[in-house]
């Protein structure tokens, strides 16, 4: 059985582990962050607020890690690696200097399409307005709010060992066809990413222009 804990230290021959349960969005009730704190109290876990919006616990034991997910009653935040893994919303909808209430959306995102397999990790960032709050320009796929309230898309954006900033894909878009325009490019590179290739890497082998170019056609028909 898969215990969706990973592996955080070996110490003296003992190991210990750590697991991240699925907060979308990075919004959780005030009854499950409770939860979360009377499960580390229990089982005598380190909480690290991690970057994507997720809460880490860690410090745990091998033999725990089934009888805590049953104590949590909540999902893991990956099941697999290559996959969706995050999608980072800003809080729009309560921040002053949003354009647009991207909470919808990005929640929309998240319950159709987090978790779902791809060739490599993918993480998508929602942000209300220029700012980005959700490091829209490092993520695989970015949904942003411009000036004049219309969604623009960006591509191809990664972090860590091979740095790669975003390309704007397309602009002036209503929420709908924004939308449309993250299942179209999910579902592309799905389709045509080889194994292992982050998306920024599968937009530079086939060029910006040929991947821009299908992914807007495909949006035309849907």
């Given at each position: ?33 409770i ?21 880490l616990?860690?410090?745990l ?121 993250v299942?179209n ?15 920024g ?22």
């Amino acid at each position: 059985m898969n215990l969706y804990g990973n592996l955080q230290k070996i110490r003296n021959g003992e190991r210990t582990y750590g697991i991240t349960p699925h907060i979308p969005g990075g919004f959780i009730t005030p009854d499950n962050l409770i939860k979360i704190g009377e499960v580390a109290k229990k089982y005598k876990a380190i909480l690290k607020l991690t970057s994507g919006q997720r809460i880490l616990i860690t410090g745990l034991k091998e033999e725990d890690l089934s009888t805590i997910w049953n104590d949590l009653g909540m999902e893991p935040a990956v099941k697999n690696q290559l996959s969706v893994k995050n999608v980072e919303i800003c809080p729009a909808n309560f921040c002053k200097r949003s354009k647009y209430p991207i909470i919808g959306i990005g929640m929309k995102i998240s319950n159709n399409f987090h978790g779902m397999l791809l060739p490599n990790r993918t993480k998508i960032g929602v942000s209300g307005c220029r700012n980005a709050c959700t490091s829209i320009y490092s993520k695989d796929i970015g949904v942003l709010v411009d000036y004049n309230s219309k969604f623009f898309i960006t591509v191809g954006g990664s972090a860590g060992h091979n740095p790669r900033q975003a390309n704007i894909l397309v602009k002036e878009l209503d929420e709908r066809k924004a939308y449309e325009v993250v299942k179209n490019i999910l579902n592309y590179y799905n389709e045509y990413g080889e194994m292992g290739e982050k998306l920024g890497e599968f937009i530079d082998r086939i060029g910006i222009e040929t991947f821009r170019t299908n992914i807007l056609n495909k949006s035309k028909t849907s």
